[in-house]
Nanobody
Framework: VQLQASGGGSVQAGGSLRLSCAAS????????VAWFRQAPGKEREFVSS????????DCADSVKDRFTISRDNTKNAAYLQMLSLKPEDTAVYYC????????????WGQGTKVTVSS
C-alpha cells in the first residue's frame, strides 16, 4: 500500500489542524494505521494508531485528549484531528501502515509539516 499524508500547515498555539492519510494500491482494511512525528533534532515518535476496523485506538500521553485518530475504510483514508495545538507539536507528521500479521510499520507516507507558533 502507498500512503500520502496531507493537511499540515502553520497555526497559532491553540489552533487546530486535520491531517489526512490517503492510501492506494492495497487492501486498506488489512492495515493498522498510525501517525508518527519527528521534530527538528529529535527522534521520530509515536503519536497515535488505529486498528483495521477502527474499533481501537491508542495515543501518546503527550497528545491524549487533544488529538483524535480516525479512519474511513470506504475512502481508504485515515485522519488525525489535532486540537489545542502547542508549539511542542511542531514536527513533520508521517502516516504509516502495518499489515495484519506483520510486525512493524512497513509502509510510510512522505510526511506533512506542522508548525505551531506561540
Amino acid at each position: 500500500v502507498q500512503l500520502q499524508a496531507s493537511g499540515g500547515g502553520s497555526v497559532q498555539a491553540g489552533g487546530s489542524l486535520r491531517l489526512s492519510c490517503a492510501a492506494s494500491g492495497g487492501s486498506f482494511r488489512s492495515y493498522t494505521v498510525a501517525w508518527f512525528r519527528q521534530a527538528p533534532g529529535k527522534e521520530r515518535e509515536f503519536v497515535s494508531s488505529i486498528n483495521q476496523i477502527g474499533e481501537r485506538a491508542d495515543c501518546a500521553d503527550s497528545v491524549k485528549d487533544r488529538f483524535t485518530i480516525s479512519r474511513d475504510n470506504t475512502k481508504n483514508a485515515a485522519y488525525l484531528q489535532m486540537l489545542s495545538l502547542k508549539p511542542e507539536d511542531t514536527a513533520v507528521y508521517y502516516c504509516a501502515a502495518q499489515r495484519i500479521g506483520i510486525n512493524g510499520y512497513g509502509h510510510w507516507g512522505q510526511g506533512t509539516k506542522v508548525t505551531v507558533s506561540s
